[in-house]
């Protein structure tokens, strides 16, 4: 049963645009929410990660959007380049829950920055 | 600082032979992961080390897999024999702490074919 549903699959986006990703996961006891980067050839980075105790984390022209009730939280990348052109993935874990601090990741957006 | 070191980069090898991947974590870090990464998905864990000791095998197919943390350090994972459907990219990462929230960081892989 996938725990994390990560939409889109791919996602083109011009540049100087705004470019956004959407996570969905099941697991109430998920407590941490972190986005990873993946160029090819290379290991996932972590970029940026947010906790329920706040609706929202910025970090530079990254933004992390957190709904709770919803289950659901996205990332917004502002001024998109094409240097941001790789392959993100949501992830969650629990922190201190027995049984949930494995970190599950969704299935991965290849994100495309065109001139 | 180092990062999480990974060899080979890249291996072939013919259905049935054995293959071992090699992982050196970021000093200081007490927990290690052995990921797969199938083409077009995210990482799944395999196995998860808190010092010398494997807390977390339950998603690792005991039958051909093996992996060891001698001296809480260095880590090898050993595939015997390989399977077609074991062609994927290894990943290991490692991390300070021990809980769910901790940033873990990911070497750069080892792309295994098998023919």
């Known amino acids: 049963q996938q725990q994390v549903k990560q939409s889109p699959q791919s996602l083109i986006v011009q540049k100087g645009g705004i470019s956004i990703i959407n996570c969905a996961y099941e697991n109430t006891a998920f407590d941490y929410f972190p986005w990873y980067q993946q160029f090819p050839g290379k290991g996932p980075a972590l970029l940026i990660a947010?906790?329920?105790?706040?609706s929202e984390k910025k970090e530079g022209r990254f933004t992390i959007s957190f709904n709770k009730s919803a289950k659901q939280f996205s990332l917004h990348i502002m001024d998109s380049q094409p240097g941001d052109s790789a392959t993100y993935f949501c992830?969650?874990?629990?922190?201190?829950?027995?049984?949930?601090?494995?970190?599950?990741f969704g299935t991965g957006t290849r994100l495309t920055i065109i001139p | 600082e180092a990062g999480v070191v990974q060899s080979p980069r890249y291996k072939i090898i013919e259905k049935k032979q054995p293959v071992a991947f090699w992982c050196n974590p970021i000093s200081g870090h007490n927990t290690l992961y052995w990921y797969l990464q199938n083409l077009g998905q995210g990482p799944e864990l395999l196995i998860r080390?808190?010092?010398?000791?494997?807390v977390d095998d339950s998603q690792l197919p005991k039958d051909r897999f093996s992996a060891e943390r001698l001296k809480g350090v260095d880590s090898t994972l050993k595939i015997q024999p390989a399977e077609l459907g074991d062609s994927a990219v290894y990943l290991c990462?490692?991390?300070w702490g021990t809980g769910g929230g901790e940033t873990q960081y990911f070497g750069p892989g080892t792309r295994l074919l098998v023919l």
């Open positions: 947010i906790r329920p105790d706040v």
């Open positions: 992830a969650a874990a629990g922190s201190f829950n027995f049984g949930n601090e494995k970190l599950t």
């Open positions: 080390y808190e010092n010398e000791e494997a």
């Open positions: 990462a490692s991390s």
